[in-house]
């Protein structure tokens, strides 16, 4: 079986087979599955009126302990959205009333970021619909297989600085 990697790959051999282009065979994979997913993804939170930021804010708000709130900065390590993201992402979201910014209680200069109860329930709503989602996405490999490429894909990773510490584009 072969797929349009293999044809790249076997077009760049007969063209250039001073150069190794074994990086592609990974690489290229990775940017047409990525392409997929996110194609995948956004008719998934289309679905639902959210975008991937959208979807990902409310996540980490829903996922985060009771009450459901988290400081700006929070979200932004907590979530896959940038910096820059956060603050517009946030303007959206409240004023669609599914978040709303509250003063700190400990901190008057700072600001929480919570969950309103129409957040929540747009949030799980939209999460069995995309775990659905994901399942299809990976419906060709079992479990060992998926812990496999999991475990593969969180060394390069890790290799490449993308750890807990480490934002979105470190």
Same mark, same amino acid.
């Given at each position: 079986?072969?797929?349009?990697?293999?044809?790249?790959?076997?077009?760049?051999?007969?063209?250039?087979?001073?150069?190794?282009?074994?990086?592609?065979?990974?690489?290229?994979? #990775?940017?047409?599955?990525?392409?997929?997913?996110?194609?995948?993804?956004?008719?998934?939170?289309?679905?639902?009126?959210? /975008?991937? =930021?959208?979807?990902?804010?409310?996540?980490?708000?829903?996922?985060?302990?009771?009450?459901?709130? #988290?400081?700006?900065?929070?979200?932004?390590?907590?979530?896959?959205?940038?910096?820059?993201?956060?603050?517009?992402?946030?303007?959206?979201?409240?004023?669609?009333? #599914?978040?709303?910014?509250?003063?700190?209680?400990?901190?008057?200069?700072?600001?929480?970021?919570?969950?309103?109860?129409?957040?929540? =329930?747009?949030? /799980?709503?939209? #999460?069995?619909?995309?775990?659905?989602?994901?399942?299809?996405?990976?419906?060709?490999?079992?479990?060992?297989?998926?812990?496999?490429?999991?475990?593969?894909?969180?060394?390069?990773?890790?290799?490449?600085?993308? /750890?807990?510490?480490?934002?979105?584009?470190?």
């Amino acid at each position: 079986m072969t797929d349009h990697v293999d044809r790249v790959l076997e077009q760049w051999g007969r063209q250039r087979p001073d150069l190794d282009v074994s990086p592609m065979a990974v690489l290229g994979r #990775l940017t047409r599955l990525s392409r997929l997913v996110t194609a995948a993804q956004r008719r998934t939170f289309a679905a639902h009126g959210l /975008d991937a =930021a959208s979807f990902d804010v409310l996540a980490t708000l829903r996922r985060s302990d009771p009450p459901h709130r #988290l400081t700006p900065a929070e979200l932004m390590r907590s979530s896959m959205v940038t910096s820059g993201a956060v603050t517009q992402r946030l303007d959206r979201l409240e004023g669609r009333g #599914l978040v709303r910014r509250l003063p700190s209680e400990a901190d008057g200069r700072s600001v929480l970021v919570a969950l309103t109860d129409e957040g929540r =329930a747009v949030i /799980d709503a939209a #999460l069995p619909d995309h775990l659905a989602t994901e399942e299809q996405l990976l419906a060709a490999l079992d479990g060992p297989e998926r812990d496999a490429l999991a475990g593969t894909l969180r060394r390069v990773l890790e290799s490449l600085g993308d /750890d807990l510490g480490a934002g979105p584009g470190a």
